[in-house]
């Protein structure tokens, strides 16, 4: 994937989260302002930093990338599932920024630049505080509410 075009993709990122900024967490990993509280989710995103914080460790290793594509999918699943489950109102816009996302983590080029690697970081910390947030409390199944 082209340098502008990650540059243009993150600058949009930026401008759609300027309200709602949160900070990157440094070190890069994950910690309690994260909580979703659903441990399977909980534990799921902290393996999603790792993932992101492998990338980092080695930008040039198709199988880190390719472990971390398969980390973020098989949660993508399980998200997706859970929100089914409940009837989740946001299930279809969510699970549409989950495939686009990783469409876009599919046709990274490697090595990963830091560009890159920071639109993922920046993707994954929005992502969870601003959008996954409006699912807490929301999960139980249909059947236990």
């Known amino acids: 994937m082209p340098l502008s075009w990650i540059f243009r ?7 759609e989260m300027k309200e709602e900024h949160e900070e990157i967490p440094k070190p890069f990993v994950w910690d309690e302002s994260f909580r979703v509280y659903y441990d399977n989710l ?55 920024l989950h495939t686009k996302f990783l469409a876009e983590m599919i046709s990274f080029q490697l090595p990963l630049d830091a560009e890159t ?3 993922c ?4 910390v929005h ?9 807490k409390g929301k999960l139980q199944r249909k059947s236990e509410k």
């Open 117 to 119: 690697l920071e639109y």
């Open 9 to 15: 993709r993150h600058q949009r990122l930026k401008e």
């Open 42 to 96: 909980d534990e799921d995103h902290r393996k999603l930093f790792q993932g992101i914080f492998n990338c980092a460790k080695n930008p040039g290793s198709a199988q880190v990338l390719l472990d971390t594509i398969h980390v973020y999918r098989d949660h993508f699943v399980s998200e997706e599932r859970m929100m089914k489950e409940a009837g989740f109102n946001g299930h279809d816009s969510h699970k549409s």
């Open 127 to 135: 992502h969870i505080k601003s959008v996954d947030f409006n699912y």
């Open 121 to 124: 970081k920046d993707w994954l």
